[in-house]
Structures are given as structure tokens and as C-alpha cells.
């Protein structure tokens, strides 16, 4: 019903940057809120980012001041602008995306992208 598909991910050098892009598909009425999560090896997901349909938006501290989250909602996309990256922000990077499949729907449907490695090495 609805896809999530990640893209630009990659290896970048300390303090580098990278922009993540998230596009959703299908058959669905609205999204409402959009996260992007991380999850790096033994380690658990971890939420990064939030954008709510109102535009407001909220970050782990660890990423506060040097990533951005935001949506271009007429073309159902969510970015993350990664800058400064550091070598513990290497991780698999997920979109999530809380979806309202109909108008009479009152609880949204969570859906996962497939991820977008990044890695952050000298």
C-alpha cells in the first residue's frame, strides 16, 4: 500500500556531509508525522529526527545543531541534512512514516524504508 524508498546514503570523511532523501508511494490520503531513525551494528534503533504535518520538528540531542529534517509534503518526501558528521553517526539510516491510509481513517499506519547505509571514516 504505501512505500518508503531511501536514498544518499554513502561513506563520507569526519565533518563531511551528506543529504538523505525519503519518498513515499501508493495508495493513501495523508502522512502525518515523519521520522528518520538509525540503527547502528549491536546497537538498538534509535529515533534521530521528527517532522510533524505542521512542519515542526524535533532531533536527538546527539544530532542537535548539525542535522535538519525537513518535507516537501506536495511530493510526499523527507530529507535529512547531515552536516559534521562524526564516526558515530555511522549507522543503517530508516525513514518511518505515520500514514493515514483513508479520509475516515482516525489511526495511522506505520511504515519502514529498507534503510540507507551511511559511514563516516577517514
Known amino acids: 500500500q504505501v512505500q518508503l524508498v531511501e536514498s544518499g546514503g554513502g561513506l563520507v570523511q569526519p565533518g563531511g556531509s551528506l543529504r538523505l532523501s525519503c519518498a513515499a508511494s501508493?495508495?493513501?490520503?495523508?502522512?502525518?508525522?515523519m521520522h528518520w531513525y538509525r540503527q547502528a551494528p549491536e546497537n538498538q534503533r534509535e529515533l534521530v529526527a521528527t517532522?510533524?504535518?505542521?512542519?515542526?520538528?524535533n532531533y536527538a540531542d546527539s544530532v542537535k545543531s548539525r542535522f535538519t529534517i525537513s518535507r516537501d509534503s506536495a511530493k510526499n518526501m523527507v530529507y535529512l541534512q547531515m552536516n559534521g558528521l562524526k564516526p558515530e553517526d555511522t549507522a543503517v539510516y530508516y525513514c518511518?512514516?505515520?500514514?493515514?491510509?483513508?479520509?475516515?481513517?482516525?489511526?495511522?499506519?506505520?511504515?519502514w524504508g529498507q534503510g540507507t547505509q551511511v559511514a563516516v571514516s577517514s
Open positions: 517532522i510533524t504535518s505542521a512542519d515542526s520538528t
Open positions: 501508493g495508495s493513501f490520503f495523508r502522512i502525518n508525522a
Open positions: 518511518n512514516a505515520e500514514v493515514l491510509l483513508r479520509r475516515s481513517s482516525y489511526v495511522p499506519q506505520n511504515y
